[in-house]
Every structure is written in structure tokens, then in C-alpha cells.
């Protein structure tokens, strides 16, 4: 059966994004798919989380909306604590932070790391409301997925790192990628329709028909 390569376009921030990172951990096992993780950034700053959310508050209540309505089709929705992060002491954090570390791993371990990284992440982000906009968090992650702290840091420090992730979103842009998740089939051009997993498996196995 021929492989496939699957981009991934995702964000640490993103509860949608958790969802199917899940089920395609599996699918990717099942398919011998070769996923390229891409870090799509929807908001890089404060200031452009004000510009598309408006006060902190009103960001904050606006996306746990989107969590609730993202819990209930999720798997395991008991990771997702909606009320811990409303209750958190700091605004609802933007994702460069985040992308950086995912990319720092990238470049120390391969894609396998950024999956890694990004998955834990996003534990810390959805289910414990720690903030991924502090680069101290994403340090103790990295740490605690074994990462040695010097290697990493200085990784996540280096100023090609933030180059490669405005690499993807460039990439995001050239393929039209306006939304995440986006899973793109880069045999086929074919956009992977978010769903249930056998939703999924049905999509690659209709990818892999073409191909073969």
C-alpha cells in the first residue's frame, strides 16, 4: 500500500486542532502516513488578539464558546477544562509563543518531536490552563518531554526558528490555507474534512485509491 504525506496546518491555541491530532496519531500508524506538521499562527501577539477579539474578556468567553462546542465532539472531552481557563489569571494567550517551541523540537528531533511537543502543549493549554504564551511554559513542557534545557532553549532562541514559522505561514498562504486544522494530501491536493475518525479513514482510503 502506498504511503501518503499529509501536511498538517495547526495551532497550540486551537481546540479543533486537538481533536483530530488525536485521531491521527492512529491513522497515521494505520495509513503509514508521513505527516508534516505546519504551525499556522492565528493570532501572534496581544495586540492582534485585541484586533480580532476586542477586549481580553471578551476574547477569553468568545473562544471558551468554541471549546465547548469543540468538547462535545471530541473524544475524550474530559482533557478539555473550560472552566479552569476561564478562571486563569492571565489572558487568553496567543500561539507564536507556542509555534516557537513546537518548531524549536522540530528542529532538534525531527517531526516526530514537534508532534510530541505540540500534543503536550496543548494538554497544558486545554486541560491544566497553564499559560503557552509565557516562554517559561513552554521551557517546563519541553523539560518535562526530555528535552535537555540548554539544547532547547537555545533552539527556541535562535532567530531561524521564528524564520520557519513564518516559513509555513507563507506556505499557508501559497496553498490557500485560511483555516486549521487543515490536513492537506500533498499526492492528491485533496483537503481532509474534519470528523470522526472512521470519517478519516475513509477520506485517506479514497487518497490512496487515486495514488495506487
Known sequence: MPSLTI????????????????????LAEEFDL???????VLQASRAEMAAR????????????????????????????DIDAMRAAPFDYP??????????????????????DMFDCLQRAHLGEARDIADPETVLAVARDLG?????????????????????????????QVHSIPTLIVRETGARLVNGPREDLATQLRAALRLVA
Open 34 to 40: 508521513d505527516i508534516r506538521h505546519r504551525t499556522f
Open 53 to 80: 477579539w476586542g477586549a481580553p474578556e471578551d476574547a477569553r468567553e468568545t473562544i471558551l464558546g468554541h471549546w465547548d462546542a469543540c468538547r462535545q465532539v471530541g473524544d475524550r472531552p474530559e482533557l478539555v
Open 7 to 26: 501536511d498538517f496546518f495547526h495551532d497550540v491555541v486551537c481546540c479543533w486542532c486537538f481533536n483530530i491530532s488525536s485521531r491521527m496519531r492512529g
Open 94 to 115: 496567543h500561539g507564536m509563543i507556542a509555534a516557537l517551541g513546537c518548531k524549536a523540537a522540530e528542529r532538534i528531533g525531527g517531526q516526530a518531536a514537534h508532534w
Open 147 to 175: 528535552f535537555e534545557a540548554t539544547v532547547f532553549g537555545d533552539a527556541f532562541d535562535d532567530p531561524h526558528t521564528a524564520r520557519v514559522v513564518e516559513a509555513d505561514r507563507q506556505l499557508a498562504r501559497a496553498l
